[in-house]
């Protein structure tokens, strides 16, 4: 996925928020508190909500690739 995709419209956050947020994490081999660490650092789906599957999708991919 391409860096600027935006993942979060409410907001604003894009793949590489949420790629740069997963870098400045110590440990990461956990999807669901990266997630929560994540959604600590760039607040993303703390609006609508309607991201969490697109934010969860990007950190299991940031991950596996890593």
């Known amino acids: 996925m391409d ?7 409410c907001k ?4 590489g928020d949420v790629e740069n947020a997963l ?3 110590t ?7 990266a997630f929560d660490d994540v959604q ?5 789906s703390t ?3 309607g ?4 934010i ?3 950190i299991s991919e940031i991950m596996m690739g890593e």
């Open 47 to 49: 609006g609508c909500g």
């Open 3 to 9: 860096s600027s995709t935006m993942i979060c419209n």
């Open 56 to 58: 969860l999708d990007a």
């Open 27 to 33: 440990n990461f081999s956990d999807v669901l508190n």
């Open 51 to 54: 991201c969490h599957d697109k």
């Open 12 to 15: 604003q956050v894009s793949y």
């Open 23 to 25: 870098h400045q994490l």
């Open 40 to 44: 600590k650092i760039t607040h993303c």
